[in-house]
Each structure stands twice: as C-alpha cells, then as structure tokens.
T-cell receptor, first 115, second 116 residues
Framework: EPEVTQTPSHQVTQMGQEVILRCVPISNHLYFYWYRQILGQKVEFLVSFYNNEISEKSEIFDDQFSVERPDGSNFTLKIRSTKLEDSAMYFC?????????????FGEGSWLTVV | AQKITQTQPGMFVQEKEAVTLDCTYDTSDPSYGLFWYKQPSSGEMIFLIYQGSYDQQNATEGRYSLNFQKARKSANLVISASQLGDSAMYFCAMREYSSNDYKLSFGAGTTVTVRA
C-alpha cells in the first residue's frame, strides 16, 4: 500500500538553529499538509499546499515557517530559527484531491526536540 | 469555537468487548466528511474510517463502525471485539468541503486501554 514517508524520524536541535523536515507524499496525490502535535495535546493544522503554493495556513504558521516542493516528490517544512515551544511531532499528510470521500493519509511523523 | 468535541479523555475496555468513542461536531457546511484516526504509542496516525455527510448508511470497516447521527451532529466510533492492540489514542476529525478548506480539524482525542 502506498504511504507517506517522513525523515528524520527524530531530530534534536539547539534553539535558534534551522530545521528542515522532509516528506515524500503518495505519488499521485495533489494536496499536501503539515500538522503538528505537541506532546499530549491535540493535532494542529499548520499549512496546506496545492498547485505549488500555500492554499491555507494557520496562525501557528508564522514567518519562521516555510514550505517547499523542490522537486516532483519531496515536500519540506523549514523552521528558520527554532524555539523551545517548537518541540513537537510534525506530521506530513497528503490526499489525492479535496473532494469528499478522499482520505488524508499521514506519515509516521518527525519528532522535533529543541533544547 | 471547537469544531470537534471528544468528551472522553480516557476509557478502559475489557478484551473482546465493544467500546463506543463519542464525537460531536459543529459545522454549517452541508458538505463535510468525518474521519477517525488511531494513534498508537509509537506515534503514527492511522486512518480507520470515513463518513460523508451525504452518506445514507453508517460506515463500517472490519471491526470499526461509525454511528452517524446527522441531526445530533454526532459521529461515534464503535470498536467491536476489542483486542489488546486497540490500546491507543483515537482522534475524530472533520473536513469541510464547500469553502475549499480541505484541512482536517481534530478533536482532543480519547485514550483507549484494553484490559486482558
């Protein structure tokens, strides 16, 4: 079964450092998403991406965050200058289109720990 | 306002018994979808079941069924014949389609612990 893959599975970084989280969505999918989950809390939407541009972003997704689809397969989330409160599990997800009935599939997540 | 409400932070269930996880939602969009995901302790998000707002029948997937009560805006998940491997966090989520807003909004989750 096709799956969304994410790397790294776990990253520890110093506060203020830049982090890039990578995702390979399912190959025929058109919509891509990043979500995050702070430990013990609910899953929060960060950003959606369609047709090579951001289609929606939440208030969490401030200027420190950016997304990119540098080639036909990868979808990246960059955090420019990490803060302690960025420590969370980051999930990449994809769906084939936005129509009803189409499931959003999630990757296994990337644990980010900022120290 | 909360779009998805899961009022049960944690539940215990005996192995082989059924368990119902509550989910209520809030939307004015006539076209929406409701999803349930399972998150085991390893952290990944596993899709379980989907119900569309226009679906006439309740969704079923193996041991999972969704008790969809549209007028009450509830979409409870029923897990039948619980297994030890069902111990996990379960999230209810919703997508609203009319506004081209395709993101999922999640509830706070319910932790299920299956006892042998």
């Amino acid at each position: 079964e096709p799956e969304v893959t994410q790397t790294p599975s776990h990253q520890v970084t110093q506060m203020g450092q830049e982090v890039i989280l990578r995702c390979v969505p399912i190959s025929n999918h058109l919509y891509f998403y990043w979500y995050r989950q702070i430990l013990g809390q609910k899953v929060e939407f960060l950003v959606s991406f369609y047709n090579n541009e951001i289609s929606e972003k939440s208030e969490i997704f401030d200027d420190q965050f950016s997304v990119e689809r540098p080639d036909g397969s990868n979808f990246t989330l960059k955090i420019r200058s990490t803060k302690l409160e960025d420590s969370a599990m980051y999930f990449c997800a994809s769906s084939d289109d936005g129509r009803s009935g189409n499931t959003i599939y999630f990757g296994e997540g990337s644990w980010l720990t900022v120290v | 306002a909360q779009k998805i409400t899961q009022t049960q932070p944690g539940m215990f269930v005996q192995e082989k018994e059924a368990v119902t996880l509550d989910c209520t939602y809030d939307t004015s969009d006539p076209s929406y979808g409701l999803f349930w995901y399972k998150q085991p302790s390893s952290g990944e998000m596993i899709f379980l079941i989907y119900q569309g707002s226009y679906d006439q029948q309740n969704a079923t997937e193996g041991r999972y069924s969704l008790n969809f009560q549209k007028a009450r805006k509830s979409a409870n998940l029923v897990i039948s014949a619980s297994q030890l491997g069902d111990s996990a966090m379960y999230f209810c989520a919703m997508r609203e389609y009319s506004s081209n807003d395709y993101k999922l909004s999640f509830g706070a989750g319910t932790t299920v612990t299956v006892r042998a």
